[in-house]
């Protein structure tokens, strides 16, 4: 099992910048790759970023790309989101999530979550 923590969230201003952090323990050998997804009142879970815990290839929703980093510190297991020029369309909870297939998912475990306001 993984276990997920995220850190990180909390209210921004428009055109400002916050880092989430997502550390995993447990059986963390067993994941590939994790990711970044973002749930919106009302609306869907949506992707915003994945990466390989190997090579460090990244991916990123149209969204995102641009904008946000993702990237990762194996030695201590964590994996970050740098998010800049942010929007008010970013306000959701973000959520980490590891796959231990393949970086396309699926992703099995998944973090509490952590809250993103961006006020205009």
């Known amino acids: 099992q993984v276990q997920l923590v995220e850190s990180g969230g909390g209210l921004v201003q428009a055109g400002g910048s916050l880092r989430l952090s997502c550390a995993a323990s447990?059986?963390?050998?067993?994941?590939?790759?994790m990711g970044w997804f973002r749930q919106a009142p009302g609306k869907e879970r949506e992707f915003v970023a994945r990466?390989?815990?190997?090579?460090?290839?990244?991916y990123y929703s149209d969204s995102a790309k641009g904008r946000f980093t993702i990237s990762r510190d194996n030695a201590m297991n964590t994996v970050y989101l740098q998010m800049n020029s942010l929007k008010p369309e970013d306000t959701a909870v973000y959520y980490c999530?590891?796959?231990?297939?393949?970086?396309?998912?699926?992703?099995?475990?998944w973090g509490q979550g952590t809250q993103v306001t961006v006020s205009s």
């Open positions: 999530a590891a796959a231990s297939r393949s970086w396309l998912g699926p992703y099995e475990h």
């Open positions: 447990g059986r963390t050998f067993s994941s590939v790759a």
């Open positions: 990466i390989t815990w190997s090579g460090g290839s990244t």
